[in-house]
């Protein structure tokens, strides 16, 4: 298995609504990373899991809690988000944090009304 | 902090070549990559380069000259299905990867 899952595909959400996004990946991978997308931009590292632990949270505001229950599984939760939250949600594995070949899942396309 | 530039837009036509550069100014620099992201897609990995020099792999080539702050893509025998986004990303250390702007390849037949 090497790829990388997401789900939802979609998620349109209300500014008041608490959901969340869930990744997962079953190639032993060790370390994972949330990332968002833009149109027509690049995508922008939020944050990295190292061994289940969280190693780097690029001072994303608190609305956006990352969790790693276990080695194959990321979920994101989301609460109060604006509309400029509205973009794509990727994920990404590697075998070690260091490795700069990273496995991207398809996103999660998230629409706040 | 961390700058890539990239050319915004390359347009090509099948069967060509084209090379993608990139520059980047970044401390603790460890390596340079590659990665191609089609409308709708995820980012897929294409090459790393952490020594200078080119590194192929079929019709893709990546160079990397560490004293110019400066790498590329090469892009050869161009077929339709390259029309993507192609992304250089700097990595530094345990620091993950930041990515360059993106640059939009059309292939045209």
């Known amino acids: 298995d090497t790829e990388v899952t997401q789900t939802p595909k979609h998620l349109v959400m209300g500014m008041t609504n608490k959901k969340s996004l869930k990744c997962e990946q079953h190639?032993?991978?060790?370390?994972m990373y949330w990332y968002k997308q833009k149109a027509k931009k690049p995508p922008e590292l939020m944050f990295v899991?190292?061994?289940?632990?969280?190693?780097i949270n690029e001072s994303v505001p608190s609305r956006f809690s990352p969790e790693c229950p276990n080695s194959s599984l990321l979920n994101l939760h989301l609460h109060a988000l604006q509309p400029e939250d509205s973009a794509l949600y990727l994920c990404a594995s590697s075998q070690e944090q260091e490795d700069n070949e990273q496995f991207f899942g398809p996103g999660t396309r998230l629409t706040v009304l | 902090g961390q700058s890539l530039e990239q050319p915004s837009e390359v347009t090509a036509v099948e069967g060509a070549i084209v090379q993608i550069n990139c520059t980047y100014q970044?401390?603790?620099?460890?390596?340079l990559s590659w990665y191609q992201q089609h409308d709708g897609g995820a980012p897929t990995f294409l090459s790393y380069n952490a020594l200078d020099g080119l590194e192929e792999t079929g019709r893709f080539s990546s160079f990397l000259s560490r004293s110019d702050s400066y790498g590329y893509l090469l892009l050869q025998e161009l077929q339709m299905k390259d029309s993507a986004s192609y992304f250089c990303?700097?990595?530094?250390?345990?620091?993950?990867?930041?990515f360059g702007s993106g640059t939009r390849l059309q292939v045209q037949p």
């Open positions: 970044t401390s603790g620099f460890y390596g």
């Open positions: 990303a700097v990595s530094k250390g345990r620091r993950a990867l930041t």
């Open positions: 190639m032993g991978h060790r370390a």
């Open positions: 899991y190292s061994y289940e632990k969280l190693s």
